[in-house]
């Protein structure tokens, strides 16, 4: 079954310690994306990565890193957590073709204290 | 840069009433425009798109939407709505070339009422 999966679904932390949410997709698709999703605000890009090793900054990107050494991989780490870091995380993967199809992850609820 | 506005962030409606959720968008070059569905406690799932050809798409869950270039807009619309429509509707933009990136609006919650 064609999916992205995302680990965990749900954290709760403390400020400063650091944490990592991965991503993974098994249609072998070049596009993958992290977004974050607040009351109101809708969904705001972290970060996207065209491929592997090639990485760059969304709409909201401070506090977030990623890397991408794999195709199927897409791991966001946030290295010092702040609570305005308490938000629902998604990651999304598509294809560079035509079909402009995104797919997404069910989603990690993430809670900083 | 291109930028997306949903004009309601509610919309109450009646089981099996006609429904109309609107979404503006605002572009300087031309545009790609979908329409994605957020079940309570699930992922995106996309429901249709607009890349080019016919301005009325036909979705999923049958609903459909219109590209109207001259009014900027892709409202998205259902003739008959069931509770199992009750969900988040986000709608989305990226310009038709250069695989940029999709900019979302914020998203409008649909209630459908027994």
């Known amino acids: 079954e064609a999916q992205v999966t995302q680990n965990p679904r749900y954290l709760i932390t403390v400020t400063g310690k650091k944490l990592t949410v991965t991503c993974s997709q098994n249609?072998?698709?070049?596009?993958m994306s992290w977004y974050r999703q607040d009351p109101g605000l809708g969904l705001r890009q972290i970060y996207y990565?065209?491929?592997?090793?090639?990485?760059d900054k969304g709409d909201v990107p401070e506090g977030y890193k990623v890397s991408r050494k794999e195709k199927r991989n897409f791991p966001l780490i946030l290295e010092s957590p702040s609570p305005n870091q308490t938000s629902l995380y998604f990651c999304?993967?598509?294809?560079?073709?035509?079909?402009?199809?995104?797919?997404f992850g069910p989603g990690t609820r993430l809670t900083v204290t | 840069a291109q930028s997306v506005t949903q004009l309601d962030s509610q919309v109450p409606v009646f089981e099996e009433a006609p429904v109309e959720l609107r979404c503006n968008y605002s572009?300087?070059?031309?545009?790609?425009l979908f329409w994605y569905v957020q079940y309570p406690n699930q992922g995106l799932q996309l429901l249709l798109k607009?890349?080019?050809?016919?301005?009325l798409v036909k979705g999923i869950n049958g609903f459909e939407a219109e590209f109207n270039k001259s009014q900027t807009s892709f409202h998205l619309r259902k003739p008959s709505v069931h509770i199992s429509d009750t969900a988040e509707y986000f709608c989305?933009?990226?310009?038709?070339?250069?695989?940029?990136?999709?900019?979302f609006g914020k998203g409008t919650r649909l209630s459908v009422i027994a």
């Open positions: 989305a933009v990226t310009r038709n070339s250069g695989n940029t990136p999709l900019v």
């Open positions: 572009s300087s070059v031309s545009v790609y």
């Open positions: 249609m072998n698709h070049e596009y």
């Open positions: 990565s065209m491929n592997v090793e090639v990485t």
């Open positions: 607009y890349l080019s050809g016919s301005t």
């Open positions: 999304a993967s598509r294809a560079l073709d035509s079909s402009y199809e995104q797919y």
